[in-house]
């Protein structure tokens, strides 16, 4: 079956860097767009970062020039650098792969930025 397993979380001070890391198994990697979604307490899911079976990327404005999405298709994970966090990237971060009508989800992985 499909696995998206998430890794890489955790506690950061303000202007500290996390790099997530999204394992995909039972699945076409290459073929999939890859996406980082986050939510925080009382928010809805939004996405992050988005990255296409080519190479083609987005990102959300609040974390432009900060975070990079990447993908390595011969290791079938996706990553998400993270660097001068801020307070407001609290929230846990969703791996999802999408390809035709079909979307996978990750468990989630823990990002606190405090000090």
């Known amino acids: 079956q499909v696995q998206l397993v998430e890794s890489g979380g955790g506690l950061v001070q303000p202007g500290g860097s996390l790099r997530l890391s999204c394992a995909a198994s039972g699945l076409t990697f290459r073929l999939y767009t890859m996406g980082w979604y986050r939510q925080a307490p009382g928010k809805q899911r939004e996405l992050v970062a988005g990255?296409?079976?080519?190479?083609?990327?987005n990102y959300a404005d609040a974390v432009k020039g900060r975070f990079t999405i990447s993908r390595d298709n011969t290791k079938n994970t996706v990553y998400l650098q993270m660097n001068s966090l801020k307070a407001e990237d609290t929230a846990v971060y969703y791996c999802?792969?999408?390809?035709?009508?079909?979307?996978?989800w990750g468990q989630g992985t823990q990002v606190t930025v405090s000090s």
């Open positions: 999802n792969g999408k390809w035709a009508t079909l979307s996978y």
């Open positions: 990255i296409s079976s080519g190479g083609s990327t």
